[in-house]
Nanobody, 124 residues
Framework: QVQLQESGPGLVKPSQTLSLTCTVV??????????WTWIRQPPGKGLEWMGL???????AYSPSLKSRTSISRDTSKGQFSLQLTSVTPEDTAVYYC????????????????WGQGTQVTVSS
């Protein structure tokens, strides 16, 4: 059983960088072939896949966010992180970390394991 917990600031100013961390319990980044991902949901809109980091450290990003998104991991801490640069109010959303063995499930925002989500508001 994989459990995930997001952490990070709930308020970010426009033009700054949004940084979130996901702590993983019960899953190993390097010995189990999961894809670890970030998904967000703006108010009144559907889920949006942002990017993933694989068990081997490889990354993939949504084309619409690729220029502003970076996902990394710290295997010693059992964590993976999201950085989104140059944020605007349109980046206000609930941000989820999630995981699945299937990259297809991850990319289609249907992964098996989810964190509870964290609200991030972009406002001055």
């Amino acid at each position: 059983q994989v459990q995930l917990q997001e952490s990070g600031p709930g308020l970010v100013k426009p033009s700054q960088t949004l940084s979130l961390t996901c702590t993983v319990v019960g899953g190993s980044f390097t010995t189990v072939s999961y894809a670890w991902t970030w998904i967000r949901q703006p108010p009144g809109k559907g889920l949006e896949w942002m990017g993933l980091i694989g068990y081997d450290g490889s990354t993939a990003y949504s084309p619409s966010l690729k220029s502003r998104t970076s996902i990394s991991r710290d295997t010693s801490k059992g964590q993976f992180s999201l950085q989104l640069t140059s944020v605007t109010p349109e980046d206000t959303a609930v941000y989820y970390c999630a995981a699945d063995r299937s990259i297809t499930a991850v990319r289609t925002t249907t992964p098996r394991y989810w964190g509870q989500g964290t609200q991030v508001t972009v406002s001055s």
